[in-house]
């Protein structure tokens, strides 16, 4: 059994410089030499690639093709796939590797550091560790984050800690794996069939907003205005509501449907999801078309978004996909 390690950048190999911490290249062979040097523990049977490391902060969806073609062009040279990211947008790029590579039947974990390989006091080790485990020894065939000595589902994932080691969390769903215990089998999905698609993405297709007391519907026209905006999430309040008695903003929000936008509904709350039908203010989106994302976090519904837009022009279609569950993104 033989893993690939795909380092694409992020705090885990930076190096300190005048201005902050920096990606810089050759960071494979120090990794090596650092699994070597643990005491006690063998090294595990690994190639290292490193594709143009970049802070996960500059990030941006057309990123992400580079990422799933570097393993599929590997795909059938290993067992399992570790992926080294920064924290910052970890978990966006974990739910997007788990909608371009559907059913796959191999693990693909992803993981990183709070503080750089070297660096005094660094969990980088622990976490790659970790990762390897899931990988080889203990198996787990679905995109994963392993950070803080847990497993979690790569697309019910987020960060919730700026510094803290134990960073990462899935509010709406179980660890795969607890406190460095074994994979809950229980809890993994099934393989299924094989669904691997990697489009090209346009990092301005879809847009995020947040709504907040006072919000205008100049706002809303303002985002949906980039002719290349085809899809806007709703960051709205409680189980998905939004201020139905404002007209104008509602008026807004009904021409950016109306022109072909597909417009999504997810929850500023980090448990729970939405339920459009509870309240008349989140009923009231319901009726101009708004997609209810249930409680998929503000990550898989924007990279779920970006993959469907990516692949299909027929908005009902996107609208329809949207509803499905694909890999255990939502309850």
Request: charged share 20%; glycine share 10%.
């Amino acid at each position: 059994m033989k893993t690939l390690i795909l380092h694409t950048g992020g705090t885990i190999g930076m190096v300190a410089a005048a201005d902050g911490y920096r990606p810089t290249p050759g960071f494979p062979a120090r990794l090596r030499a650092a699994l070597a040097a643990r005491d006690g523990k063998r090294l595990p049977d690994v190639d290292i690639v490193e594709l143009p490391p970049i802070d996960s902060a500059d990030l941006r969806p057309g990123h992400w093709p580079t990422i799933a073609r570097a393993l599929l062009d590997r795909w059938d040279d290993y067992t399992g796939f570790v992926i080294l990211h920064g924290t910052d947008t970890m978990a966006w790029s974990a739910s997007a590797l788990s909608f371009m590579l559907r059913g796959t039947d191999k693990p693909v974990i992803l993981t990183g550091a709070q503080i750089p390989l070297g660096e005094a006091g660094s969990d980088a080790l622990a976490n790659v560790d970790g990762a390897l485990h899931f990988t080889a020894v203990d198996p787990v065939p679905e995109v994963a984050i392993h950070f803080g000595g847990r497993l979690l589902r790569g697309n019910r994932s987020r960060k919730l800690a700026a510094t803290e080691f134990a960073a990462f969390d899935s509010p709406n769903d179980l660890p795969l794996a607890e406190a460095g215990g074994p994979a809950q089998r229980d809890r993994i999905l099934s393989p299924g069939e094989k669904c691997f698609v990697v489009p090209e993405f346009d990092d301005q297709a879809v847009a995020v907003l947040t709504l907040h007391p006072g919000i205008a519907a100049r706002t809303v026209d303002a985002v949906t205005a980039n002719p290349r905006v085809r899809g806007l999430i709703l960051q709205t309040y409680g189980v998905g509501n939004a201020p139905q008695g404002d007209r104008e903003l509602m008026a807004a929000l009904e021409r950016a449907a109306a022109r072909g936008i597909v417009l999504v509904n997810t929850s500023q709350c980090l448990i729970g999801g939405v339920s459009q039908e509870t309240y008349a203010t989140g009923a009231a989106l319901a009726r101009i078309g708004v997609v209810a994302a249930g409680d998929m976090t503000l990550e898989a519904a924007f990279a779920k978004l970006h993959c469907l837009l990516a692949s299909e022009n027929d908005a009902a279609k996107v609208r329809q996909g949207l509803s499905q569950c694909w890999c255990g993104e939502k309850s």
